[in-house]
Nanobody, 122 residues
Framework: QVQLVESGGGLVQPGGSLRLSCAAS?????????MGWYRQGEGKARELVAS???????TYAEFVKGRFTILRGNVRNTWSLQMNSLKPEDAAVYYC???????????????WGLGTQVTVSS
């Protein structure tokens, strides 16, 4: 009964910026160990974009370093991906992911959103 919902996708020009957001609800959610973003382009495999742990440790794919930033939200169980200097090759469906604790499990489990489309075109 945990749900993740992405928002903020859309059409931007090359060099533009976009902020994606994710909200986790239900559960109940006791703790999110890892918040992350993945993407999947047309005819391509899903790949990690960025993640952040509960301790604040971040991980970035090499192709987004210096351009994208993953952020924990001010609202509990939310996070975002700030994307700057977007390139046509960044076009993809972006998915948020959480590794979290929920009842009745004593270990963290993975949950995924349904994705939001990002298009980069002039």
């Amino acid at each position: 009964q945990v749900q993740l919902v992405e928002s903020g996708g859309g059409l931007v020009q090359p060099g533009g910026s976009l902020r994606l957001s994710c909200a986790a609800s239900g559960g109940p959610i006791f703790k999110i160990n890892v918040m992350g973003w993945y993407r999947q382009g047309e005819g391509k495999a899903r790949e990690l974009v960025a993640s952040i742990s509960s301790e604040g440790t971040t991980t970035y794919a090499e192709f987004v370093k210096g351009r994208f930033t993953i952020l924990r939200g001010n609202v509990r169980n939310t996070w975002s991906l700030q994307m700057n200097s977007l390139k046509p090759e960044d076009a993809a469906v972006y998915y948020c992911k959480a590794v979290l604790y929920t009842q009745p499990f004593d270990r963290p489990l993975e949950y995924w959103g349904l994705g939001t489309q990002v298009t980069v075109s002039s």
